[in-house]
C-alpha cells in the first residue's frame, strides 16, 4: 500500500542540526497522518512528531520547541527539522505512515549526537 525512504541523519555535535526526509510511494499519502518515532539502543520506540494529512503536528515533550515536522503532498515527503540537538536524542529515526488501522514503517536512519 506504501513504502517509505528516511535520509538525512548523521552525526553531529551537541547544539546542532539535521533535517531528515521521508519520502513515500503509494497513491494514499495525502490522505494519511504521518509520523517521526524514534528507537535508542535498549528502549522502546516512542513518538517524536506526527502531523494529520491536513498539515496540523502534535510533538513529544521532549521535541516540543526544538523539531518542526512538515509535509509536502505534493512530493509525497514529510520532514524532521531537529535544531538544538542533544546526546539524548541519539537514536535511529523512523518514518511512519497511518493506515488505520496499521502503521507501515521506513528502514530508519541513524542520529548521533556527540557532546
Known amino acids: 500500500q506504501v513504502q517509505l525512504v528516511e535520509s538525512g541523519g548523521g552525526l553531529v555535535q551537541a547544539g546542532g542540526s539535521l533535517r531528515l526526509s521521508c519520502v513515500a510511494s503509494?497513491?494514499?499519502?495525502?490522505?494519511?497522518?504521518m509520523g517521526w518515532y524514534r528507537q535508542a539502543p535498549g528502549k522502546q520506540r516512542e513518538l517524536v512528531a506526527s502531523?494529520?494529512?491536513?498539515?496540523?503536528?502534535i510533538y513529544a515533550p521532549s521535541a516540543k520547541g526544538r523539531f518542526t515536522i512538515s509535509r509536502d503532498n505534493a512530493k509525497k515527503m514529510v520532514y524532521l527539522q531537529m535544531n538544538s540537538l542533544k546526546p539524548e536524542d541519539t537514536a535511529v529515526y523512523y518514518c511512519?505512515?497511518?493506515?488505520?488501522?496499521?502503521?507501515?514503517w521506513g528502514q530508519g536512519t541513524q542520529v548521533t549526537v556527540s557532546s
Open positions: 511512519r505512515a497511518l493506515v488505520a488501522p496499521f502503521n507501515y
Open positions: 503509494g497513491s494514499i499519502f495525502s490522505g494519511n497522518a
Open positions: 502531523i494529520t494529512s491536513g498539515g496540523s503536528p
